[in-house]
């Protein structure tokens, strides 16, 4: 099965990344601890052994190129769409879809506790499930993937609400898609989750 992976990020400034989080501890502070998660996730997957699967970076700005171009040459670099996340997302699997993926997990690149593993165990999920999602605590998900052709699973979803999974699992629902899941992880973007986070990495 062709797989291609998909994982969404931006460059680590201050203002630009973590801004829920910047709000508690500031934009320095936040756009640092986007850094550990983003490199830590991107150095896993390069370790990884992930046959037969294309890894593409996707930029949240065409100004973000050059610079992970520079720092991950191992890597496919490129910028996302112009629209809503929905829209970037139905857009990214498409075009994976079009290159001739059989198989496309998209992830975020900010969720401690997410890894080379869980994007295997995904894509071992849809040689079963046409659809397998990462659920975040906060009532999103980190992690969403399809099996070609894929549908749309992104249509009229409150983005950046606490109904973005629920939204997403009436939806598949109401389209026939049986959804497979991960484990459950924990987003840092409050004052609680980001304790819980240097608190886990303090203590090992």
Not at 18 to 42: D, N, S
Not at 100 to 121: F, W, Y
């Amino acid at each position: 099965m062709k797989r291609h992976l998909i994982v969404y990020a931006k460059r680590p400034l201050p203002g630009y990344a973590k801004t829920r989080l910047g709000v508690v501890i500031g934009a320095e502070h936040a756009a640092g601890v986007y850094a550990r998660l983003l490199y830590g996730y991107l150095l896993d997957l390069l370790r990884a052994d992930l046959r037969n699967t294309c890894v593409e970076l996707s930029l949240a700005s065409p100004a973000d190129v050059p610079f992970f171009a520079a720092a991950f040459p191992e890597l496919r670099v490129r910028p996302q769409i112009a629209g809503d996340l929905g829209q970037r997302m139905a857009a990214s699997f498409a075009q994976a879809f079009t290159e001739g993926a059989e198989a496309v997990v998209l992830t975020g690149s900010d969720i401690p506790g997410l890894d080379s593993q869980l994007v295997c165990a995904a894509f071992d999920a849809l040689t079963e499930a046409q659809a397998v999602i990462g659920p975040a605590r906060d009532g999103g998900y980190y992690l969403v993937g399809m099996r070609a052709p894929g549908v749309s699973l992104f249509d009229g979803i409150e983005w950046s609400t606490e109904r973005v999974l629920a939204q997403t699992e009436a939806l598949a629902r109401s389209r026939g898609i049986r959804l497979a899941y991960l484990p459950e992880l924990e987003d840092v973007d409050t004052e609680e989750e980001y304790d819980r986070w240097r608190s886990a990495v303090e203590n090992g």
